[in-house]
Each structure stands twice: as structure tokens, then as C-alpha cells.
């Protein structure tokens, strides 16, 4: 159906930057959102941000004036800048797509979730 890779997480000093990308790819007919959520170790899984396909966006309000989340619609990709992290900020994060994939003469909705990239601030 719509398979997510993700790219772009590591180790970075309080206070740096990092880029995450995701991208979809399979027999996408549309994808109406896309966003990322983190999960750090025994705790929930939350919404980081989240953008729409006409770039309307809805960020945590934890990340709200750091992390920006943009998409190139034509490469189906959704990016997240994250700037001014924090030791807070770690935890893997996961790329989530909306939309509807081609199935024969007719299409069908999907929600599809990426692997998870690991993102550690250190202090």
C-alpha cells in the first residue's frame, strides 16, 4: 500500500539542530496529512506536529516556536526542523501519513507508520 522511510535522527548537543524527512512511496492516490509523533521510553506516544496537504500545521505545544514542519508535496515527503532542542526532546519519532492508496479501479483510505528514528539531545 504506502510504505514510510524516515531519515535524519542522531545524537546533538542541548541547544542544536536536526532535520527529519519522510518519505511515502506505493500506489498513493492522495495523502491529506502528514505528521510525527515521539515516544521517549515509558511514556506515551504524543503528537510532535502535524501539516495538512493545503500547509495548514498544529504543533505540541512543548515544540511550538522550535520545530517546524514543511512538505514537498510532489516527492510525498514531510520534513520536521527542529532547532533550539532540548534533553526533553529525546525519543524515537515516528512519521504518520493519511490519505488513500489506488486499489484496482477504486481507492481506499490508509494510515501508514514509519519505523521511528532515534533523536537524543544530551545535556
Known amino acids: 500500500q504506502v510504505q514510510l522511510v524516515e531519515s535524519g535522527g542522531g545524537l546533538v548537543q542541548a541547544g542544536g539542530s536536526l532535520r527529519l524527512s519522510c518519505a511515502a512511496s506505493g500506489s498513493i492516490f492522495s495523502i491529506n496529512a502528514m505528521g510525527w509523533y515521539r515516544q521517549a521510553p515509558g511514556k506515551q506516544r504524543e503528537l510532535v506536529a502535524v501539516i495538512t496537504s493545503g500547509g495548514s500545521t498544529n504543533y505540541a505545544d512543548s515544540v511550538k516556536g522550535r520545530f517546524t514542519i514543511s512538505r514537498d508535496n510532489a516527492k510525498n515527503t514531510v520534513y520536521l526542523q527542529m532547532n533550539r532542542l532540548k534533553p526533553e526532546d529525546t525519543a524515537v519519532y515516528v512519521c504518520?501519513?493519511?490519505?488513500?492508496?489506488?486499489?484496482?479501479?477504486?481507492?481506499?483510505?490508509?494510515?501508514?507508520w514509519g519505523q521511528g528514528t532515534q533523536v537524543t539531545v544530551s545535556s
Open positions: 504518520n501519513a493519511q490519505g488513500e492508496y489506488y486499489s484496482g479501479s477504486y481507492s481506499r483510505r490508509f494510515v501508514s
